[in-house]
């Protein structure tokens, strides 16, 4: 009974509360609670591609403000050779969105905190498939960015287009307001952004009010992310 109760009662936040805010904040965007941004977008970022466990829900998709945009919650992780325990990979909210400017390389901006993230293993595979790939190291020019970040780019002189001293101020300050570690892949096929957060972002939390004036800035703070960057662009 307790769990059929548990489980009512999140269908039901997830449609009445967190759809209805969904439409409040972005008319434009659909709600699909058991939806998931699909693995090919995931992959096609260039942020991470060496997992074999994804799972996802609460999708948004559609016209943010004249942006088209998917993004949805995802546990991603990568089973560990010769041993029965998981590393995980991303555990956040992640997005893809499109932005006037056309792009003809990659270009990755991760968090140094990835490390904590994801685990030593993960982080050796990735610098041998950056390798691989021919993604190069890009040097930063603002000391405060440096100091949090990593880039990498197939070609360094569009990586330098995109990563302006104003861009790079504007990543900081959306960490900042996220108050969580923020991946972005640029690419031909659109921008990409990784949120890690340690906790569902749009499940019900028992005995407290359906909805907290906190999480309605985070989820109003994750909407305005796009056009943050894109205006930057």
Not at 26 to 52: C, M, T, W
Not at 78 to 90: A, L
Not at 158 to 165: A, D, H, Q, V
Request: a positive charge; hydrophobic letters at 40%; aromatic letters at 10%.
């Amino acid at each position: 009974k307790g769990a059929r109760a548990r489980a009512a009662y999140r269908r039901a936040y997830k449609h009445n509360v967190v759809g209805l805010v969904a439409r409040a904040l972005a008319p434009g965007l659909k709600y699909d609670p058991n939806g998931f941004v699909d693995q090919g977008r995931f992959e096609a970022s260039g942020i991470f591609d060496h997992f074999d466990k994804y799972l996802g829900d609460d999708l948004l998709q559609g016209d943010l403000n004249g942006i088209p945009l998917a993004m949805s919650e995802l546990e991603v992780s990568y089973s560990v050779p010769g041993d029965s325990s998981e590393c995980p990979v991303f555990h956040g909210l992640f997005m893809r969105f499109e932005a006037s400017r056309r792009l003809k390389h990659r270009t990755v901006v991760i968090p140094k905190s990835t490390k904590d993230l994801i685990g030593p293993l993960l982080v050796r595979l990735l610098k041998v498939r950056n390798t691989k790939r021919r993604k190069m190291p890009v040097a930063l020019e603002v000391p405060d960015f440096a100091k949090l970040f990593e880039c990498s780019s197939t070609d360094q002189v569009e990586s330098r287009k995109i990563l302006t001293p104003r861009m790079m101020e504007k990543i900081l300050e959306l960490q900042k307001i996220l108050n969580a570690p923020l991946a972005l892949s640029f690419t031909p096929g659109g921008v990409y952004a990784a949120i890690w957060f340690s906790r569902r972002l749009f499940e019900p939390r028992m005995g407290s009010a359906l909805i907290s004036f906190t999480d309605l800035k985070k989820m109003a703070d994750l909407l305005g992310l796009p056009a943050q960057v894109v205006q930057r662009f």
